[in-house]
């Protein structure tokens, strides 16, 4: 080997080494599943003591809502984002297949014979766990979000650049 050759397997160690431990995902979708599959991720990366960091934007924030909250937003555009999203982790549709909610309630049904937690028990460890929780205060304004509306346990309100500032110290960077 040349001398300005560097072996792959070092060179790979040295990227390893330069990165931390560290996982960003972005919450996008308000979606059963797909939440589902961020908190298992997330809670299976922080048991693994990897530093986990998710950020919940647009319809991923319903994930974040209190059931049943009411929007506190004066204009009628941003109330009916708030009746339309009542949110909640315990009434997420299934991102196929809902049905009307019988889809949901089938994959529930299926979920608890199995023993698998559901979002909200996923979302009780990542943050036993040691998950930090970002909503991002950009949609929360566009929706009309507030943060009366939202569970409590949330690190922060930020935005993108706030994402962006983990994401560049990030190790695994996931958007769903």
Same mark, same amino acid.
């Given at each position: 080997?040349?001398?300005? +050759?560097?072996?792959?397997?070092?060179?790979?160690?040295?990227? +390893?080494?330069?990165?931390?431990?560290?996982?960003?995902?972005?919450?996008?979708?308000?979606? *059963?599943?797909?939440?589902?599959?961020? =908190?298992?991720?997330?809670? $299976?990366?922080?048991?693994?003591?990897? &530093?986990?960091?998710?950020?919940?934007?647009? %319809?991923?924030?319903?994930? *974040?809502?209190?059931?049943?909250?009411?929007?506190?937003?004066?204009? %009628?555009?941003?109330? @009916?984002?708030? =009746?339309?999203?009542?949110?909640?982790?315990?009434?997420?549709?299934?991102?196929? =297949?809902? =049905?009307?909610?019988?889809? !949901?309630?089938? @994959?529930?049904?299926?979920?608890?014979?199995?023993?698998?937690?559901?979002?909200?028990?996923?979302?009780? !460890?990542?943050?036993?766990?040691?998950?930090?929780?970002?909503?991002?205060?950009?949609? @929360?304004?566009?929706?009309?979000? !507030? &943060?009366?509306?939202?569970?409590?346990?949330?690190? +922060?309100?930020?935005?993108?650049?706030?994402? *962006?500032?983990?994401?560049? +110290? $990030?190790?695994?960077? *996931?958007?769903?």
């Amino acid at each position: 080997m040349s001398t300005t +050759q560097m072996d792959p397997a070092v060179a790979l160690a040295g990227l +390893q080494a330069a990165k931390p431990d560290r996982v960003t995902i972005v919450l996008l979708s308000g979606d *059963l599943d797909r939440a589902m599959a961020a =908190f298992i991720i997330a809670t $299976g990366a922080a048991a693994m003591g990897m &530093k986990v960091t998710m950020f919940f934007t647009f %319809w991923g924030l319903n994930t *974040l809502r209190r059931s049943g909250a009411r929007s506190s937003a004066k204009d %009628w555009l941003r109330r @009916m984002f708030g =009746f339309l999203n009542k949110g909640g982790a315990e009434s997420l549709p299934l991102s196929r =297949f809902h =049905f009307g909610g019988v889809g !949901t309630k089938m @994959m529930q049904k299926v979920m608890k014979q199995n023993k698998m937690p559901g979002v909200p028990e996923l979302m009780e !460890t990542a943050l036993d766990l040691g998950v930090r929780f970002i909503a991002c205060t950009t949609t @929360m304004g566009l929706m009309g979000i !507030t &943060k009366d509306t939202l569970i409590d346990g949330i690190d +922060q309100f930020a935005g993108v650049t706030t994402y *962006l500032a983990e994401a560049k +110290q $990030g190790s695994v960077n *996931l958007f769903i």
